[in-house]
Nanobody, 124 residues
Framework: QLQLVESGGGVVQAGASLRLSCAAS????????MGWFRQAPGKEREFVAA????????YYSDSVKGRFTISRDNAKNTVSLQMNNLNTDDTAVYYC?????????????????WGQGTQVTVAS
């Protein structure tokens, strides 16, 4: 089993920044690709960002590209999401996910483990 716990969510004003963190435990962390997803009220879960397990490749959705940055620290078994210039459309529950094997990063069904989520609310 791989356990994932998100933290760092909160309520911020539009234009502000927020940093989310995901702590992994239970299994070897560096053998997984890591991703961030979000789900807003009344909407489907959507891909936000991903970091490959090798090669330092990063992937972002069009809606967050240029504003969000995903990073990982294998020594500390953590993955982070730096979110800048937040707007009200970013309001959602954000989930950390881990994926073992495969090549895709944007489909949540491809991920094997999920955290409980952390709420991000952006007020105008």
């Amino acid at each position: 089993q791989l356990q994932l716990v998100e933290s760092g969510g909160g309520v911020v004003q539009a234009g502000a920044s927020l940093r989310l963190s995901c702590a992994a435990s239970g299994r070897r962390f560096d053998s997984y690709a890591m991703g961030w997803f979000r789900q807003a009220p009344g909407k489907e879960r959507e891909f936000v960002a991903a970091f490959s397990w090798a090669g330092d490749w990063r992937y972002y959705s069009d809606s967050v590209k240029g504003r969000f940055t995903i990073s990982r620290d294998n020594a500390k078994n953590t993955v982070s999401l730096q979110m800048n210039n937040l707007n009200t459309d970013d309001t959602a529950v954000y989930y950390c996910a881990a994926k073992f094997g495969g090549q895709g990063f944007r489909n949540g069904d491809d991920y094997d483990y999920w955290g409980q989520g952390t709420q991000v609310t952006v007020a105008s």
